[in-house]
């Protein structure tokens, strides 16, 4: 009986390893650099002007709208901006703001006026194709999806009226999933998305939309709130059989990731990364560089005092009667 005591003591402390393991696992880098780049594209990206923050992997052509300005990479640190696997595609005036950064064009930059670039690569720190970054993708999108089976904690909701509240679990990889049947309250423009509770950095949420196809669409206007600007980074919209999304509004705060959707951009500033199979900006603006991908500290749940001292003493009484056992149990003739 206090063999199988010691045993059911270790089994709960290897569960509540495999919940930090699975945590690190959700939360690590998908692929070498991840949080390099504020777009990261498998097809075309189209643009009618935007400022991506840290960057873009573009795996088919950057097509420029006419007149249409773009800005990739760090205004203050310099490294490699811009990777674009297809062709540059400038459809009347415009230009790229690199920043002295360096840059990949697969098929030479299109006749498009460069200002401050850095170098021309010859050859992609990411490698000529990025369609094995997107293999890793793929896979972590349907690891978001099972996030549950990596340790994650279900975060509460509550829906009143045109508001969706999110509650969140301080110090723990929050999941929740949201199906077509909330794509209206998604689509309202006056309807918010509020999350509660995500006070520190120790905290994640993942919010899966699962859509109804891949021929599905989804309207997505609803406000994002209850974020600050430190908090950003801590929640990831993960994006599984819907088409395409179409951005409407207000800034949207938290990633986007959605490695087999189309993004339709129409809304204000994006405060997050943006993971999609093929982007269309259709209004100048902003990818600013909140990653989801930073590592936070060790997120283990952390017992209460209490919890130690009876671990601690039922491990105790555990290894004093195995041993008292063996002493008195009769040698074997």
Wanted: charged share 10%; proline share 4%; no cysteine.
């Amino acid at each position: 009986m206090l063999r199988s005591s010691v045993l059911r003591i270790a089994a709960a402390a290897a569960s509540l390893a495999s919940v930090s393991t699975g945590f690190a696992q959700l939360t690590a880098e998908p692929f070498l650099g991840a949080s390099n780049y504020s777009l990261i594209v498998k097809g075309n990206a189209t643009f009618a002007g935007s400022h991506v923050a840290l960057g873009g992997l573009i795996g088919g052509n950057l097509v420029m709208q006419s007149g249409a300005n773009m800005e990739f990479g760090n205004r203050l640190t310099n490294g490699f901006a811009l990777h674009v696997g297809g062709n540059v595609q400038q459809l009347g005036g415009g230009q790229i703001a690199l920043f002295n950064n360096d840059y990949y064009f697969a098929n030479g930059s299109g006749g498009a006026t460069l200002q401050n670039p850095g170098s021309a690569l010859a050859v992609s720190p990411v490698g000529a194709s990025i369609n094995s970054i997107f293999a890793s993708l793929e896979q972590r999108a349907g690891d978001f999806l099972n996030a549950s089976s990596f340790g994650a904690v279900n975060a509460t909701s509550l829906v009143a009226g045109n508001k969706l509240t999110l509650t969140v679990q301080p110090g723990e990889l929050n999941v929740f999933t949201v199906d077509a049947s909330l794509a209206g309250l998604l689509a309202d423009q006056n309807a918010e998305v509020h999350v509660a509770g995500l006070l520190d950095g120790n905290t994640r949420l993942i919010v899966n939309y699962v859509g109804g196809g891949a021929g599905s669409a989804l309207d997505f206007r609803a406000k994002t709130l209850g974020l600050s600007g430190t908090t950003y980074d801590q929640v990831i919209w993960n994006f599984a059989a819907v088409g395409t999304v179409n951005f409407f509004g207000d800034t949207f705060h938290g990633s986007i990731f959605a490695p087999t959707s189309s993004i339709v951009w129409s809304a204000n500033d994006l405060d997050g990364q943006l993971v999609a199979a093929t982007y269309t900006s259709l209004v100048q603006r902003e990818i600013h560089d909140p990653i989801f991908w930073t590592e936070p500290p060790p997120l283990t749940p952390i017992p209460e005092p209490s919890t130690y001292a009876l671990a601690g003493a039922l491990l105790l009484v555990g290894v004093v009667g195995l041993r008292r056992w063996r002493a008195r149990a009769p040698l074997a003739v």
